[in-house]
């Protein structure tokens, strides 16, 4: 009944923009594309919907986001970059607390082609006229493909407890669909925008080849059920008080509203894209391509400062094919509690002709739900030596600090040129974390070669510590000769992790870059008795219209 009167009320809709008389068959055709466009979004409601028949596949790991200069990435909940068109930069407006604030680009009706609806640019710009024609409608659909390739450079490590590893290379990617819809410029709905994605996956990563299950060597590995159409996130927006609030509410992924970055995915190690790992160590932390029910308010008391903070419903298995493996299951039947994130972050312009932009991002998270410490029983002993009913704690935090700022700016080279550097801390509660704290730096330049402007160079590292709770119920184990059954898939003592990254982006036409990539793991999966591995592969991304 419920699907009923949607599609319904669509027709009504789709029926009065496009009705006209003898229009030509072609504006008839665009109807009925908006027509199908609109009706995917009701397609929620049958949870099972794409995945009868599917078989079963591993339970994958969170992988994290898109910019139009530096690749595609997974930060962003709004899919076509809404750091940016949340948060326009107003060079002629002076910092003030009482300076309005712009709103987001939305524009009514009749006056030409909606801004917030504006893609990457793509191979295909303008289809037989299709975008600009959604785009004056209010509309914004987006198809890309991500593919990302590893492969290990020497022997895995041999031993009794290493019979699994091997060398080998393997391929990861993703096929995505994203459809922002400006209701301001459709139906005359002030401020109102609504954002899906969709994801296809395939592959599998290489870094577990040779015994690391922390840092995926192809980041886009994982989460997507293994099934054709699996729903990332599916959600309203509204803005308020001239742009100064944005009200937010739907299926949303925490971790590409919270300590996220659209230039995180400028390398292609989980260590870094979609987000720094240790941000994640959660799994119950919503981190794209999984969704929970959500609610987020983000306000800007000045242009260059936000603030915001959001309720995220913990769900179990968000990672998991047995419970979310389409990502259209919205009933609410797994939820077990809440996180609720808290996020400032200030935007300075430094340098003579204010062209060094920074963000300096401070965040806090606390959850409200119950987890296994990570050592202890309820009689104080290594449970995973000694058994009995391992000990719950009732609630988790996360802290971060994360930064990025561009340090110079080429002469006589395009304004996205110059050299950035990022840099952060992020530390979770020891109790109950895999990783209590990692920090990572990088630098990444723009446009340093003359006349490849769109070309990025980049360098990375990260340093992920261990847990004291993790890192000695290995040591325990390993002491009472209990490899089998180890925690995060450990075979032998995990005490920290790094990994360096150095890749180059190179633009190969409009729509189109490749990046080679090397990566090379120090103390892969946190035991120091892993042989050190190095990677070499690239990552693709093609954004079709």
Not at 238 to 246: H, I, T
């Amino acid at each position: 009944m419920r699907m009923f009167i949607g599609t319904e009320m669509l027709k009504y809709l789709v029926q009065k923009r496009c009705s006209g008389g003898g229009r030509k068959k072609r504006k008839h055709l665009r109807c009925i594309l908006l027509y199908s466009i609109l009706l995917t979004s009701f397609l929620c409601f049958d949870s099972d919907l794409f995945a009868k028949g599917v078989p079963p596949t591993p339970t994958p790991t969170p992988t994290q986001t898109q910019t139009q200069t530096l690749g595609p990435q997974q930060n962003a909940s709004t899919p076509l970059n809404s750091v940016q068109q949340n948060a326009p930069p107003q060079a002629d407006i002076p910092p003030g607390f009482f300076t309005p604030y712009p709103a987001p680009p939305l524009t009514p009706p009749g006056t030409g082609m909606s801004p917030i609806t504006e893609g990457p640019p793509s191979i295909f710009q303008d289809p037989f006229g299709m975008t600009t024609w959604l785009r004056k409608h209010g509309i914004g659909f987006h198809v890309d493909n991500t593919n990302e390739y590893a492969g290990a450079l020497q022997a895995p490590t041999r031993g009794p407890h290493y019979t699994n590893y091997r060398r080998g290379s393997s391929n990861a990617g993703q096929y995505s669909a994203n459809l922002t819809i400006d209701w301001e410029h459709l139906a005359n709905v002030k401020g109102f925008v609504t954002h899906m994605t969709t994801v296809g996956r395939y592959g599998t990563t290489a870094n577990r080849m040779f015994g690391d299950w922390l840092a995926h060597s192809s980041e886009i590995y994982g989460g997507g059920g293994n099934v054709v159409v699996h729903l990332v996130s599916l959600y309203g927006e509204e803005s308020l008080l001239g742009g100064r609030l944005l009200i937010a509410g739907g299926r949303m992924s925490q971790m590409s509203d919270f300590a996220s970055s659209p230039i995180f995915c400028s390398f292609q190690n989980n260590s870094f894209c979609g987000r720094p790992k240790a941000a994640a160590d959660s799994t119950y932390y919503g981190s794209y391509p999984a969704s929970t029910w959500a609610f987020r308010m983000k306000g800007r008391p000045r242009k260059d400062l936000y603030i915001q903070a959001g309720v995220y419903f913990a769900e179990n298995g968000i990672y998991m094919d047995a419970e979310h493996r389409t990502g259209f299951k919205l009933n609410g039947a797994n939820i077990v509690g809440y996180e609720i994130p808290v996020e400032a972050q200030w935007e300075p312009h430094f340098g003579a002709h204010h062209d060094l932009p920074g963000h300096y991002k401070l965040g806090f998270v606390y959850d409200d739900v119950r987890r296994p410490d990570n050592y202890y029983n309820t009689i104080g002993q290594s449970y995973y030596v000694y058994g009995g009913t391992q000990l719950m704690r009732n609630s988790s935090w996360q802290t971060y600090f994360m930064f990025d700022q561009k340090l110079m700016a080429y002469s006589h080279r395009p304004k996205s040129s110059g050299l950035t550097f990022m840099g952060g801390y992020i530390y979770n509660s020891p109790h109950t974390a895999v990783r209590d704290f990692e920090v990572y730096g990088a630098l990444i330049s723009q446009g340093l070669i003359p006349g490849r402007p769109q070309d990025s160079f980049g360098v990375a590292f990260s340093y992920v510590s261990i847990a004291p709770g993790t890192r000695d119920t290995t040591l325990a184990m390993v002491k009472a000769g209990k490899y089998s059954g180890m925690p995060n898939h450990a075979t032998g003592v995990q005490t920290n992790a790094e990994v360096l990254e150095v890749d180059y982006s190179i633009y190969v036409m409009r729509g189109v870059t490749f990046r080679p990539d090397f990566q090379y793991y120090m103390n892969p999966n946190g035991q120091v008795g892993l042989r050190n591995s190095a990677m070499l592969g690239f990552k693709s991304y093609v954004s079709f219209f």
